[in-house]
Nanobody
Framework: QVQLVESGGGLVQAGGSLRLSCTTS????????RGWYRQAPGKQRELVAT???????NYADSVMGRFTISQDNAKNTMYLQMNGLIPDDTAVYYC???????????WGQGTQVTVSS
């Protein structure tokens, strides 16, 4: 059973920084991509950033230049460094992993990020 556990969320003032972590446990044959998504109250879940097994990255326009996604394969952990946070970044952040024989999606339970103005 693959499980993803996020950590690192919290309350921060505008302009501040946070680093989210997502650790994967359980066996999976292949990991094709990992990513971070977020969902603000009353809004749909949206992509924040993704990273492939080869290290290729993709960012939402709204976070480009402020957020950095990375991974440590030896630790089965993915990170999201968030700098220059703004109130619009307030959301529950979810980590995602896509892989396995059926290339299915796995999700973490989410971690709250709140940015005060």
């Amino acid at each position: 059973q693959v499980q993803l556990v996020e950590s690192g969320g919290g309350l921060v003032q505008a302009g501040g920084s946070l680093r989210l972590s997502c650790t994967t446990s359980g066996r999976i044959s292949v990991i094709n991509a990992r990513g971070w998504y977020r969902q603000a109250p009353g809004k749909q879940r949206e992509l924040v950033a993704t990273i492939t097994s080869g290290g290729g990255t993709n960012y939402a326009d709204s976070v480009m230049g402020r957020f950095t996604i990375s991974q440590d394969n030896a630790k089965n952990t993915m990170y999201l460094q968030m700098n220059g946070l703004i109130p619009d970044d307030t959301a529950v952040y979810y980590c995602n992993l896509r892989g396995g024989v059926l290339n299915r999606n796995y999700w973490g339970q989410g971690t709250q990020v709140t940015v005060s103005s």
